[in-house]
């Protein structure tokens, strides 16, 4: 796997709350990234005023690239654009995003352009930007559901967002609850690595943990 | 699963106006009307904006035999609103009916729309609604995606019934099956997923639409602008 080198990461924050494994996954992935030289832009979706996406795609059609709502939402693009790796850190719902990671995930329409084109047998957005970015995403489960149908559910959303965010690289693990701090690091860690960041890549040493599926 | 007297219409897009997901499931609520089911229609976005309106909300959801999510496909999924809203319902469900069984809930259904020529973009988001319906204890009843929801673009489905064939065909039977009782069928599923134009012409039709409102609308900008570049 070739490494990469550090960049700027955007971590989109979705916790709710302060549940312990997510707040362990949180630090362990700050902590991973930082090791490695990257400039991490830690952003806590819950205490950001982002208004809800309404679909006006005056973002395609008035002001090109930009959301029409002056808040939080038109920092989305300015801040997922120029990274290099984008990290989503929620607690799996339903098999989704929670409301708090969505409701800035909402605002990466201005990323792409309205024009549609077939592309690997579907139709897809075309991108506004050449720059690509990887994408990693960790979510976390009640004990005993990584393998549950909302993991399994989360894992497809995380695949479908890639056929359309088109990352060069990607990964998605899945925590369950009540993990402890060291197997959070590991299986973080060997997550970092998937996504080439390879400091994190030379600490996983054994490999995978278990609690990432 | 029992015959519903009420049905609660959720709609989920989250404009201002008129959208194609509330003509979907208001077509779908005079399906029903016509059995004689009392129904009534709640806007998502406004229904998760104060704590007055989420009580408002999660009675109706109570009171409701049958519930219907109507929504648009946004980023692959639900939009950031009606995802707040589940979760507030699944919470509310799990403190009031800890243990109850699902078939004592109401019965829940989703129907998503998308503005892709392809079924399959949706696929993902009726999972997520049938792992709600299992979370928050509803009896789940089935799925309807409709794709190239841009034709519909917020009219009734009565002013495009004629293009509009196979969706109304889908929520008929969908609402015969529901009114007495029954799952939506799967020929609803089918006929509900059937494009109504091939996906090269409604690919074209939709990027001479956006060129055509980039021009109108745009204010001079280019239309491949970037920003942040």
Known sequence: MTANLPGAALLLDGRAD?????????????????????????????????????????CWTTTPGLCAHRDGGRKVAERWVPSDLVVFLTPVTFGSYSSELKKAVDHMIPILLPFLRKRAGETRHQQRYEHRHDLLVVGTVP?????????????RQVERNTYNMQPPRWAVGVLEQGTNDAEVRAAVNAL???VGVHAARDAVGAGRSEVVA | MKTPQTALLLV??????????????????EGLEKHDVTTQTLHVTKAVRSNEAVEELLAAVASADLVVLSFPLYVDCLPGPVIRALELIAARRAAENGTADATAGPVFVAICQSGFPEADHSAVAI?????FARS??????????MPEGGMLNGQPMSKMKGRMRSAAGALDLAADALATGRLV??????????????????????????????????????VDARPFA
């Not at chain 1, 393998?147 to 559910?153: I, S, V």
């Not at chain 2, 999972?127 to 792992?131: G, L, M, P, S, T």
Request: hydrophobic share 40%; with cysteine; proline share 5%.
């Open chain 1, 18 to 58: 302060d549940e312990l494994t997510l707040a362990l996954a949180h630090e362990a992935l700050v902590d991973g990234l930082s090791a490695d030289g990257w400039a991490v832009d830690d952003w806590r979706l819950r205490d950001e005023k982002i208004a809800w996406c309404t679909g006006c795609f005056k």
């Open chain 1, 143 to 155: 004990a005993g559901q990584a393998d549950g149908p909302e993991a399994q559910t989360f894992r």
């Open chain 1, 192 to 194: 970092l690595a998937e």
């Open chain 2, 12 to 29: 989920g897009s989250p404009k201002p106006g008129e959208s194609s997901s509330e003509s979907l499931g208001a077509y779908l609520l």
């Open chain 2, 127 to 131: 999972e997520i609604c049938r792992n």
């Open chain 2, 136 to 145: 928050a204890r509803l009896k789940w009843a089935g799925g309807l995606v």
């Open chain 2, 185 to 222: 069928p799967d020929e609803a599923v089918r006929l509900m997923a059937k494009p109504a134009f091939p996906p090269f012409a409604y690919r074209f039709t939709a990027n001479w639409g956006w060129r055509s409102q980039i021009k109108k609308q745009g204010e001079g900008a280019s």
